[in-house]
Nanobody, 123 residues
Framework: QVQLVESGGRLVQTGDSLRLSCAAS????????MGWFRQAPGKEREFVAR????????YYADSVKGRFTTFRDNAKNTVDLQMNNLKPEDTAVYFC????????????????WGQGTQVTVSS
């Protein structure tokens, strides 16, 4: 049974930093591209970042480029999202997802999802 469990979300202030973690089990983690998505109330789920199976390549949405960094540890089956200079518009539930086909920015392409962790940025 595949499980992705996100953690680290909480209430922060504008300009703060926060690190989210996603722990994976039940899959060959090093064979999956990992992605981060977020969903704000009343909005569609949107791509945030993704990282290749080796961790060599990373891709970011324009809205977070330069502020967010994702990295993975295949020995620990974890992928993290470091978020700096947070803004109120970053408020959302953040999800990690796994894709065995090479990854994309489209949620429909991902095979497995976590339950999400809430990030709230106050102004």
């Amino acid at each position: 049974q595949v499980q992705l469990v996100e953690s680290g979300g909480r209430l922060v202030q504008t300009g703060d930093s926060l690190r989210l973690s996603c722990a994976a089990s039940g899959l060959t983690f090093s064979s999956y591209t990992m992605g981060w998505f977020r969903q704000a109330p009343g909005k569609e789920r949107e791509f945030v970042a993704r990282i290749s199976i080796s961790g060599t390549y990373t891709y970011y949405a324009d809205s977070v480029k330069g502020r967010f960094t994702t990295f993975r540890d295949n020995a620990k089956n974890t992928v993290d999202l470091q978020m700096n200079n947070l803004k109120p518009e970053d408020t959302a539930v953040y999800f990690c997802a796994a894709d065995q086909r090479g990854g994309s920015r489209y949620a429909r392409d991902y095979d497995y999802w976590g339950q999400g962790t809430q990030v709230t940025v106050s102004s």
